[in-house]
């Protein structure tokens, strides 16, 4: 048998507003989250971790973190959460005082290790800003970080991509300056993949040469204006969740990222009869 594929979930953009407030006066996001929460628990075979990657709560306040922990408290997984734009760091250290962050003041990168995976978590808000940074400390650490772990594949995750989506107001607030990211990980090929959000839709570009995605939300996505025929918009679009499934074996293995879609679907359905013929 082969080895058992470790697996990590990434839900991202919660967007966890004051219980009863709607995020731009239409979204539920609390009851997108339960639907999502829900999902996760049902799914087999069970997750290994989950990171959550930015954007947890709207505002940002104290009240909507602590309404975030009241919807994540049935959650059967065990998770780690990175700041996004709509994030405070200082409200996160406190609503999420057991994790242990790596800096005791600035951002907030942690490392987790997982069934022989590394997950390299990286805090690029800027506080008071739309866009993405990693600062110099962080950069440093996840250089350092990498160097340590060489004999094991890593996962690197961040709120901010680092590449374009042809989205106009969103490309304007990805991760700015991100020559400095690309150099980290261009000296370490142990990178297996780098996952991030903001978006609200899911996506794939290559950088540094490492495959990127972007997780969709559980609530809204970010319209695809693809051709700036709109001001910034939304649409209530398929709610997902990703998957990224890590095989064991030669070199540092393989990742497959799946997109789960979050709601109730007709099926599964045998594709073939008791004659064991396709039906
Ligand atoms: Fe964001």
Redo the contacts with the bound molecule.
């Keep these: 048998m082969p080895e058992k594929p470790v697996l990590i979930a990434q839900i991202s ?1 919660l967007h966890i507003k004051s219980p009863g407030s709607l995020a731009y006066g239409r979204v539920d996001t609390a009851a997108a989250l339960e639907r999502c929460v829900a999902a996760l628990n049902a799914f087999r075979p069970k997750p290994d971790f989950l990171v959550i990657s ?2 947890l709560v709207d505002t940002p306040m104290a009240g909507e973190y602590q309404h975030l922990q009241r919807l994540l408290a049935p959650l059967a997984l065990p998770y780690a959460g990175i700041p ?3 994030d405070s760091r200082e409200l996160m250290r406190a609503a999420f005082a057991s994790q242990p962050y790596v800096f005791s003041s600035g951002p907030l990168n942690l490392r987790i290790e997982i069934g022989g995976l590394d997950l390299l978590l990286l805090d690029s808000s800027v506080p008071g800003k ?1 866009h993405g940074e990693l600062d110099a400390p962080t950069l440093q650490w996840l250089d350092a970080t990498l160097a340590d772990s060489r004999g094991k594949p890593a996962l690197v995750f961040l ?2 991509p680092p590449f374009k989506t042809g989205i106009w107001h969103m490309d304007r607030q990805n991760l700015i300056d991100g020559a400095g990211l690309a150099a980290v990980i261009r000296r370490h090929p142990h990178i297996q993949r780098i996952a991030t ?2 978006v609200h839709r899911a996506a794939l570009s290559l950088f540094a040469g490492v495959a990127t995605t972007i997780c969709p939300a559980p609530n809204h996505a970010v319209d695809l204006d693809l051709a700036e025929l709109r001001e910034p918009s939304f649409k209530v679009e398929p709610p997902a969740f990703h998957l990224h499934s890590w095989f064991p074996g030669e070199g540092f293995g393989s990742v497959v990222t799946h997109q789960v879609p979050i709601g109730h679907f007709d099926g599964p359905h045998p594709f073939f009869g008791p004659d064991g013929k396709l039906l």
Aim: cysteine-free; aromatic content about 0%; hydrophobic content about 0%.
């Design positions: 953009d930015g954007d996004g734009n709509h739309p709120h901010h959000g903001h």
